[in-house]
């Protein structure tokens, strides 16, 4: 079975300022991972995937994540961070098969402050 | 392309009563998963149905049943309604076997009262 934990229930940070939110795993098998986004009142939208290759995958709006598999983690970064990126921030995994299930952590709520 | 679509957006039902949700996914996609999001247990995954078939199921009671149809449509079913059902359905699509992106709707919030 696969397991995914997200520490920080809340993260608060000011703009402009770094931000580091936290994902680990725990898996018998080898997983896909991923980061989703919640904005208030929406459904999730996918940030950024790992798949395989690069253990560094970055997104189109300046997120960043790094698989370290040694740690089973997944933390997502990023070096500046606006008002606009205050929303719930879920990490999840799937298996390498050809079924769809995602397992989510319990997310983290990031709170940009002005 | 038109996303994931989710009706009604907002639903209010009555202990007892049953419920039934839809899920249009993008067009060409044969694959649609459900998943409960509750303040207390967080996303949680329901089953998934690909090409009329599920192919997986969460750990929920019978009461949850769902359906997908030929067009790729799918339904969700609760029966019995409990106060606990109250949640934000979210249904995802993805486009084939083995894909690795999931798309969702904005989802369904149910009220139990």
């Known amino acids: 079975a696969q397991s995914v934990t997200q520490l920080d229930s809340q993260v608060p940070v000011f703009e402009e300022a770094p931000v580091e939110l936290r994902c680990n795993y725990s898996?018998?098998?080898?997983?896909?991972l991923f980061w989703y986004v919640q904005y208030p009142n929406q459904g999730l939208q996918l940030l950024l995937k790992?798949?395989?290759?690069?253990?560094l995958v970055e997104s189109i709006n300046g997120f960043e994540a790094e698989f370290n598999k040694s740690q089973t983690s997944f933390h997502l970064r990023k070096p500046s961070v606006h008002i606009s990126d205050t929303a719930e921030y879920f990490c999840?995994?799937?298996?390498?098969?050809?079924?769809?299930?995602?397992?989510f952590g319990s997310g983290t709520r990031l709170l940009v402050r002005p | 392309k038109a996303g994931v679509t989710q009706t009604p957006r907002y639903l209010i039902k009555t202990r007892g009563q049953q419920v039934t949700l839809s899920c249009s996914p993008i067009?060409?996609?044969?694959?649609v998963s459900w998943y409960q999001q509750t303040p207390g247990q967080g996303l949680q995954f329901l089953f998934e149905?690909?090409?009329?078939?599920?192919?997986n199921k969460g750990n929920f009671p019978g009461r949850f049943s769902g359906r997908q149809f030929s067009n790729s449509r799918s339904e969700m079913n609760v029966s019995t309604l409990e106060l606990g059902d109250s949640a934000l359905y979210l249904c995802?699509?993805?486009?084939?076997?083995?894909?690795?992106?999931?798309?969702f709707g904005q989802g369904t919030r149910l009220t139990v009262v």
């Open positions: 995802a699509s993805s486009s084939q076997e083995g894909s690795t992106e999931a798309f």
């Open positions: 898996s018998s098998v080898s997983v896909y």
């Open positions: 790992y798949l395989s290759g690069s253990t």
């Open positions: 999840a995994v799937s298996k390498m098969d050809s079924s769809y299930k995602l397992i």
């Open positions: 067009s060409g996609h044969r694959s």
């Open positions: 149905y690909f090409s009329e078939t599920q192919r």
